[in-house]
């Protein structure tokens, strides 16, 4: 039912029990905000009203009202604008000023802070507030994000998408007043809780008070050192959303303009994590065909996630043995490089650095697992870092990007095929492995390789696909409460699949916690997927087994997908963790 009311003067018409907020929006009235955020299709809508920067004249109210948690009424009269409504919210944001760090122009959220963009709308240049500082300790101790509670604003999106978007549980406010923070159990470090990396708390924080760790330096040290053969590769959901970070359009492809400027950053070979894709395909396909064949556990999960690698280590760590067992395309390729390219072209892997530049937080704390190497001192990726970061790499070094020319990567570890490219959004690798793995089983060619069912952003979606007079029932998951309905379903008996893909992040790797911020913008993540399938329909192959380099690598290297060599270059082990 609709209930009639008026918003600074303009009558409207809403639905009963929407916010003021939500209300003034249909009628293109921007009331501001810090605290909120709703993402509707990632089922997130943080409307606690703590920040108080939305505070409206609601008309026989002796109190101002926060928009977005107030519920409009038949015959609301409100007020967005007047000068009580707006000195109020300028004494709020001084209020959180004053008790904020004031080192902005170091900061890495400098200049896409919403703090800082909110008090340079309002007009805010001096604090009136003079006193104490919260202080409190910095976690440094994860290997993929810094958590400064100095930065903290009490927001508590952070908390709203941990537990109830991710299921992970990890955040809570604790204290009261001054004293309140937003920390973890037992205010534990970030490393010793069932934190998964996933990055999707920082991709909402308002400030900087979450961020990825900064391996800029590192990048930089190695590409300056002589002695180091630095190799770089970039994961698909990277070329779809790095140009956002110089002014292009959400979607904009930018594959070789990338390419140009990672050459001119210094890199010795500039190879492609999609080739990474295509024989993580190879193996994977064969796993799913070997369980089908010889009675293995079914399903099969895709593991090319290391947040939702964690999320099941913790979380459902009964049902360890039915992901796959490949590793991750960015640490397939990170070995190949160090022992199949290093032979070939006679490098010595000792002095190859391999940096990855990945859509991920979590990548960074999957590099440094101890099981991802082939020795605990040589690990198959070095560094990872971020779309964010790699942005501010090409501006530090006076890269004009959006006049660069397109270039190509280097062979053999540059060749992809369409296969590969939709590994950067949801559905993608599950697709990509349904190309292969029909024609391996029928023995024809597969015509339409686009699996139109298994494509867009539903948290959960079921296909049936007929495979030689069988019927498939896949599973595509993205955001980790989604993951925790299906596996639950599974716990209990109460479904059955034969393959299931599951990704952290919202809209898959296209919205991953390294990517540029979306802001909420849901229809930024459908831009950048519409650009990956854009990508992979430009191909001239768009199956893995199909990669003519690829075919060479096992020909000549690593013999039989699934085989002895694979398994000691290609696959990995899962590990039981406590959950906290």
């Not at 964690?310 to 490949?326: A, G, R, V």
Request: proline share 6%; hydrophobic share 40%; charged share 25%.
């Amino acid at each position: 039912m609709d209930v009639q009311l008026t918003i600074n003067d303009i009558p409207l018409a809403v639905p009963e029990g929407m916010s003021i907020l939500d209300a003034a929006r249909t009628v293109n009235i921007d009331i501001p905000t810090l605290c909120y955020l709703n993402l509707h299709e990632m089922r997130m809508n943080n409307h606690i009203a703590s920040c108080r920067v939305c505070v409206v004249e609601v008309e026989g109210r002796r109190n101002l009202a926060p928009a977005c948690s107030t519920p409009v009424f038949n015959n609301m009269v409100v007020k967005t604008d007047t000068p009580r409504a707006i000195q109020a919210r300028r004494t709020m944001v001084e209020l959180l000023l004053s008790d904020h760090p004031k080192s902005c122009l170091t900061c890495a959220k400098n200049l896409d802070c919403d703090l800082q963009a909110l008090a340079a709308d309002l007009g805010v240049r001096n604090i009136s507030y003079e006193g104490e500082e919260s202080q409190f300790e910095i976690d440094k101790s994860s290997l993929a994000i810094i958590r400064d509670p100095n930065k903290c604003i009490r927001c508590r999106r952070c908390e709203t998408m941990c537990n109830d978007v991710q299921t992970v549980g990890v955040y809570s406010a604790v204290g009261r007043g001054f004293e309140t923070v937003v920390k973890t159990a037992f205010d534990l470090p970030l490393h010793e809780t069932s934190c998964t990396f996933c990055g999707q708390c920082l991709a909402v924080c308002p400030t900087g008070a979450l961020m990825e760790l900064d391996q800029v330096d590192k990048v930089w040290k190695a590409l300056n050192d002589p002695t180091r053969f630095v190799i770089v590769e970039t994961a698909p959901a990277v070329r779809v959303a790095l140009g956002e970070g110089f002014g292009l359009e959400p979607g904009t492809i930018v594959t070789g303009k990338m390419v140009a400027a990672l050459r001119r950053l210094g890199f010795d070979r500039v190879f492609d994590t999609e080739f990474g894709a295509d024989v993580t395909i190879m193996e994977e396909a064969t796993e799913l065909i070997h369980r089908l064949k010889h009675g293995g556990r079914l399903p099969i999960l895709t593991s090319c996630c290391p947040a939702w690698v964690k999320f099941f280590e913790h979380q459902f760590p009964d049902l360890l043995d039915i992901p796959s067992t490949c590793k991750s395309p960015h640490e397939m390729l990170g070995v190949l490089a160090k022992s199949y390219y290093a032979e070939t072209y006679g490098i010595d892997p000792q002095k190859i650095t391999v940096v990855s530049i990945m859509p991920c937080v979590a990548k960074k704390y999957e590099a440094a697992r101890p099981e991802l190497g082939q020795s605990p001192v040589t690990p198959d990726v070095d560094i990872v870092i971020t779309t964010r970061e790699l942005s501010r790499m090409i501006r530090e070094a006076g890269i004009h990007f959006d006049h660069l020319k397109d270039e190509e990567f280097d062979h053999p570890l540059g060749e992809s095929t369409g296969a590969a490219v939709v590994f950067g959004t949801t559905g993608g690798v599950i697709e990509a492995a349904l190309r292969t793995a029909y024609e391996w089983l029928t023995g024809k060619p597969l015509e339409n390789v686009e699996f139109e069912n298994l494509r867009g952003m539903d948290g959960i979606k079921e296909a049936l696909i007929p495979i030689e007079g069988k019927d498939f029932k896949i599973a595509v998951t993205h955001g980790l409460g989604n993951a925790r309905t299906i596996l639950e379903k599974i716990q209990a008996g109460d479904a059955h699949y034969d393959a299931i893909e599951i990704m952290a992040c919202p809209g898959g790797c296209i919205g991953g916690g390294g990517q540029p911020y979306h802001h909420g913008n849901v229809e930024i993540l459908k831009a950048r997927a519409a650009a990956i399938y854009k990508e992979d329909r430009a191909k001239p192959l768009r199956k893995s087994h199909e990669n003519p380099a690829v075919i060479a690598l096992y020909k000549d290297y690593i013999g039989e997908p699934y085989g002895e060599r694979a398994h000691k270059l290609l696959h990995t082990s899962f590990t039981q963790r406590p959950k906290i």
